[in-house]
């Protein structure tokens, strides 16, 4: 255990997959910067991973929907080269629908689901071009695809991340640097506590945060570039991309579908 991959940075870290993750890549060779908002149960977490594994690992107590300390982690990224790995998992959700839920729940989460995700990809993105390696773990949703399951800003935030990961990939693959977009199904962690609804924890199609964080560490040694855990029917991704892909080539006319019984003003 002596020979350290680099550092990963874990957001969301204290508890569910943010703390499985740490002990994964902790028992992989990582040394470790934990981020959360609870900073006793984040250095519980810390303290049990570095006794049982050796490998160091530093906590930052920091609220990502705060823009100071969001920024503070951003400037870690940005400046600290022994990082080769950040795990984007912080994250809110909610099952509420928009009658039962307040426009201002709705900005927080997108401050930390979007934003935050948004500006911690940016600032160490430059940083693992310039060393041409690094990996970015970004934690999107089932339900960015499957939207109409839970809140609509909360699958609209996970289907950001999707967007977001396809486009980091074009723009980064052949700059050396991994981009992983992991779409997690329901997983038992407090989550559903928060979101209000506990008793999904218990569900039978929900999964355990161990299963979940090793299916995805598997997709990620084999190459994926998106990692559905609870999808056993990996061909149906692939189809729904090369239909998506084929669909986008559609969209590219001056003149309005005949359905829609326009005269156009485009010439003919």
Known sequence: MSTSKGVAVVTGASSGIGAVYADRLAKRGY???LVARNEERLKKVAARIEGETGR???TLAADL???????KIEALLRDDNSIT???????VGSVASILQASA????????LNITALTRLTYAVAPAFVARGSGTIINIASVVGVAAEMLNGVYSASKSY???FGHSLQKDLADKGVRIQTVLPGATATEFWDIAGYAAQKTASITMSA???VDAALAGL???ELVTIPGLHDGDAWTTWEVGRRELSKKFGNAKPAARYGVKSSAAA
């Open 56 to 58: 160091s690992v530093r």
């Open 85 to 91: 790995m950040l795990v984007n998992n912080a994250g």
């Open 104 to 111: 201002d729940i709705a900005e927080d989460m997108i401050e």
């Open 161 to 163: 991340v999707i967007s």
């Open 65 to 71: 929907s705060d823009k100071a300390s969001l920024a």
């Open 31 to 33: 040394d470790l910067i």
């Open 210 to 212: 161990e299963d979940c």
């Open 221 to 223: 040694d084999s190459g």
